[in-house]
């Protein structure tokens, strides 16, 4: 094992630049300040709820797992049962009004995160992701696993997802380069009764549905197989880390496979049977910090680092906010170029991206920007765009803007041009833009008519 002076930061940095890296949230990391409690977020919800129970609150601060501690309590003390301590938690959450912890907020910022697990139950690293993406509610993919029903699987979100389930490549890039990120709770959130870990045996319960082949969401454990994980302040016991890293490893035998797990919490510090362990499969331990200050330094070197440069420097300079922002396929680059100039003859701000038409690390970055900034959206509708999959460029430009549209507040407009014979029933395109007006402008030629009224929803935008 390691200690933090010993990390290989390129690694970890490498890491998140090739989005191999996936943190694991852990109730460790929610350290809050309001000005009136500053401590362990669930040592106070530990002891808010043993006092909605009426149990004593001694020694709770001494316990790793203070709301388990309660659970047990509860059930050996009281003679308890059923879903009154599930229904208090979930009020107690609700009621708070702690800010986001900081190392969460940090995390979240690190935009090479795409995918997050948590083991916590608190909403905190959801407003933290919305926030630091600016999104709503609707933009954000939440799954579960809730202890009730088989887990989510990373594949269900909808229906463009489910006809491409049974193929790897699609899960894989939709978790690794496309917007929005996303947030798996491993252990259930508070939305049902009795539907999240609280106790124990809930714990156990969750990991018992992980590994069933009943219940295993086989494309989650898929996706994360051969991860490097970065398991940042889950205080798993010996069983439960042995369970965790079993759940998402390769074969075990094949060395060049085995993924770096990443560890950093009060418990992997102090128990020697655990720590024996994640020596032989050469996971690094942070022995000498603690969590929070592990991802002061992680954020730090990333904000430093030439990935996070690259990744503001990919926000193309020739960009005005507030552009027209044209989308087309390669195959229409002609028709396109001939949109492009015919707008800027009319006086506006126009986009077209001419020299980067393949998705890579940095444009991602660099597009999301500009379409979030954009003022009108043009999808140039041709036969060659309504055939193209989703892995083409203009493809994924297309969801990003469809999904912003679903934001509060979202004031850009969609305005497709259709540049070739489609006919809109049976064109393979997003239902969003076939319940719009189409601009017709053949071979790129756009109307007199129709520019006028580009112009007029630039102005209404704009003033």
């Not at 407003?127 to 696993?145: C, F, H, P, T, Y």
Request: charged share 25%; with cysteine; net charge negative.
């Amino acid at each position: 094992m390691t200690t933090t002076d010993e990390i290989n930061w390129n690694v970890i940095l490498d890491g998140l630049n090739d989005g191999d890296l996936i943190p694991v949230i852990g109730p460790e990391l929610l350290w809050v300040d309001d000005g009136s409690y500053k401590g362990s977020y669930r040592l106070w919800l530990a002891t808010r709820l043993a006092k909605g129970l009426h149990l004593t609150v001694d020694g709770l601060e001494n316990e790793k797992h203070p709301v388990e501690e309660v659970m047990l309590r509860y059930y050996n003390y009281r003679n308890g049962g059923g879903v009154l301590p599930y229904q208090l938690v979930k009020a107690l959450i609700n009621e708070d009004k702690f800010p986001t912890p900081e190392a969460v907020r940090k995390l979240a910022q690190i935009k090479k995160f795409r995918f997050f697990l948590t083991t916590t139950y608190e909403p905190f690293l959801e407003m933290a992701v919305k926030k630091a993406w600016g999104m709503g509610d609707s933009q954000i993919r939440i799954l579960e696993n809730n202890l009730v029903e088989k887990p989510d699987d990373i594949n269900c979100f909808d229906q463009e997802s489910e006809k491409h389930a049974a193929d790897p490549r699609y899960v894989e890039k939709l978790y690794n380069n496309s917007a929005p990120p996303s947030i798996y709770y491993l252990y259930g959130r508070p939305s049902r009764m009795k539907s999240y870990a609280l106790s124990e045996d809930d714990v156990l319960e969750a990991n018992l549905m992980l590994h069933s082949s009943m219940y295993r969401p086989d494309n989650l454990i898929r996706f994360l197989s051969g991860k490097r994980l970065l398991i940042l302040g889950c205080n798993f016991n010996n069983w439960l880390a042995r369970f965790f890293i079993a759940l998402t490893s390769p074969d075990r035998r094949n060395k060049n496979e085995q993924p770096v797990f990443v560890m950093g919490d009060s418990v992997c510090q102090e128990d020697q049977n655990l720590a024996s362990y994640l020596k032989r499969i050469d996971a690094q331990v942070f022995r000498d910090s603690t969590i929070q200050s592990f991802v002061d330094q992680l954020y730090q070197k990333w904000m430093e680092s030439g990935y996070a440069k690259m990744v503001f420097q990919a926000v193309d300079k020739q960009f005005e906010e507030r552009s027209i922002f044209i989308s087309y396929a390669s195959e229409d680059s002609v028709a396109a170029n001939h949109v492009f100039e015919e707008i800027r003859a009319a006086g506006l701000p126009v986009w077209l991206d001419k020299n980067d038409l393949k998705a890579g690390k940095e444009w991602h970055d660099s597009i999301e920007y500009n379409i979030r900034n954009c003022s009108i959206f043009i999808p140039l509708i041709s036969p060659d765009s309504c055939i193209g999959d989703f892995e083409r460029v203009y493809r994924q430009e297309w969801k990003m803007v469809i999904d912003l549209l679903e934001m509060p507040d979202t004031t850009i407009v969609i305005m497709p041009v259709m540049i070739g014979p489609v006919h809109k029933p049976g064109a393979n395109i997003p239902l969003a833009f076939s319940k719009l007006h189409w601009m017709d402008a053949p071979d790129g030629d756009i109307s007199d008519k129709d520019l006028i009224e580009l112009k007029k929803t630039f102005e209404k935008i704009l003033f």
